[in-house]
């Protein structure tokens, strides 16, 4: 009996010693212990040193799962996706191992064609779900844009996540240059006549102005006064008296005028921002709103200029450039309810264009030539050689507009701390002394240096 109880005391003390060595935590089908990896249209073969009895995935249009040996089963990716692989291990039928089963599509062919491409490092490619990714630095927009036409082929809905390397800022110069010709040649005849008993005038179609010819005698038909033919032209006057009693006026004008416009605004952006630029004002613009309201909107006048680069490859600039040059134009402005509303004389280009930087593109270019002519005459007399030219009014008149907008983009970095000329007007004196100012009637001293950048990158000029 002793040895007995000897022995249910050691069986028992044992049973206790296995149960507080601590066991190792045991897989759930929740937890999977490994993730598997197999590209569309690739098999692969998993080994295992313990023997299989069976084995199961659990969406088989995704993937294809083969017994083979005892220790070994093939997958065959069928399409891109995720799925569960569930293992039966012969003597632990009751406890399968779960495996997390992920078929992607083969990106081989796209890796290698971004190595071909990219000079160095080559960003990374990789599926995500049923998305490709490319990730990484590139050395231009232009290898940015050939990796992106690759990788659509492959997947249209690739997620880009390249950046282009460098803080590329461009400088855009624009000079716009605009010359207006304009050429008047003008005739007109007023002439009256008249005694006690009869009278005779003959007046031009283009008289506008008070009289300004007159006669000391009352004899003279309409007090003895007679309007210009035309306005602006030069009047020569004629007044005879006595028996002939005769006031004339002849208006001869020949006009010439010229006019230029030139703006050179510069610009400095980012690649790929906007950038701005207008020398000008605003004008309020009254607006009709519900209920007899008026509001008043400003409308801006003047060179404006608006411009998008974008540096490729090569030093090469891609660019998105819109130019308006305005101004108002009183001589068509309409007057509504006694509000007066000014006009504006516009023109406007816009143009998208690709130019090596430093090289300068004629953006726009329009020559306008316009003739305007005005003839009146009295019928029969008007066409008689030399003396017709009394009975008739004639107005010639020609203008000439010449528009040219150059643009020339340029790449540029900040100036040095050493580098940075002073601004203009702080290190030069211009101010005349009392000798200069009185005596030699100067306003400001000649041959003053201007400063400008010394460094070898920054504002271009």
Do not use: C
């Not at 601590?22 to 937890?31: E, F, I, N």
């Not at 416009?261 to 630029?277: H, K, N, R």
């Amino acid at each position: 009996m002793m040895m007995r109880a000897l022995l249910l005391t050691l069986l028992f003390s044992l049973q206790l010693a296995h149960a507080a060595t601590p066991q190792p935590p045991r897989k759930t089908a929740d937890s999977p212990v490994e993730w598997l990896d197999v590209g569309v249209g690739q098999s692969y073969i998993y080994k295992e040193r313990r023997p299989i009895s069976r084995v199961l995935v659990s969406d088989g249009d995704i993937a294809e799962v083969k017994l083979l040996e005892a220790g070994q089963f093939q997958i065959r990716g069928l399409s891109v996706g995720s799925t569960d692989l569930w293992v039966w291990f012969q003597g632990r039928v009751s406890a399968p191992v779960h495996y997390q089963l992920t078929i992607h599509q083969d990106i081989s062919d796209l890796i290698r064609r971004v190595d071909e491409i990219v000079d160095g490092q080559p960003p990374k490619v990789y599926p995500l779900r049923d998305r490709l990714v490319v990730e990484g630095p590139v050395p231009d927009l232009n290898t940015a844009e050939r990796l992106a036409n690759v990788a659509s082929v492959y997947d249209p809905d690739f997620i880009n996540l390249m950046t282009v390397e460098g803080d590329h800022q461009i400088q855009l110069e624009v000079v716009f240059a605009e010359v207006n010709r304009s050429a008047l040649r003008e005739l007109g005849f007023n002439a009256l006549w008249g005694d006690n008993s009869l009278g005779f005038g003959i007046e031009g179609p283009m008289s506008s102005t008070a009289a300004v010819a007159n006669n000391p005698a009352n004899t003279l038909i309409n007090a003895g006064s007679t309007l210009a033919p035309s306005a602006e032209a030069f009047k020569l006057l004629g007044v005879v008296g006595g028996n002939v009693n005769l006031s004339a006026i002849m208006s001869v004008l020949s006009q010439h005028s010229i006019s230029k416009i030139l703006a050179q605004p510069t610009l400095v952006a980012l690649s790929g921002q906007q950038a701005e630029f207008l020398a000008g004002g605003e004008v309020p613009i009254p607006v009709s709103q519900f209920g007899n309201k008026v509001t008043i909107e400003f409308k801006e006048y003047g060179v404006k200029l608006v411009f998008v680069p974008t540096v490729l490859g090569d030093d090469v600039v891609d660019m998105q450039v819109y130019v308006e040059v305005s101004d108002v134009d009183n001589t068509n402005s309409i007057r509504l309810t006694g509000i007066e509303i000014p006009s504006f004389i516009s023109r406007k280009t816009q143009s998208h264009l690709r130019i090596q930087s430093g090289n300068t593109f004629a953006m726009a270019g329009m020559l306008n030539d316009t003739v305007r002519a005005t003839f009146a005459k009295v019928p029969l007399l008007g066409d008689i050689p030399i003396v017709g030219s009394l009975f008739r009014y004639v107005k010639h008149r020609r203008d000439e507009t010449e528009l040219m907008i150059f643009v020339t983009p340029r790449l540029v970095r900040p100036l040095a701390p050493g580098h940075v000329p002073a601004p203009p007007g702080v290190t030069i004196d211009n101010n005349p002394n009392d000798f200069e100012l009185f005596m030699l009637g100067l306003d400001h001293r000649s041959g003053s240096e201007t400063a400008a950048p010394t460094g070898p990158m920054g504002l271009s000029r």
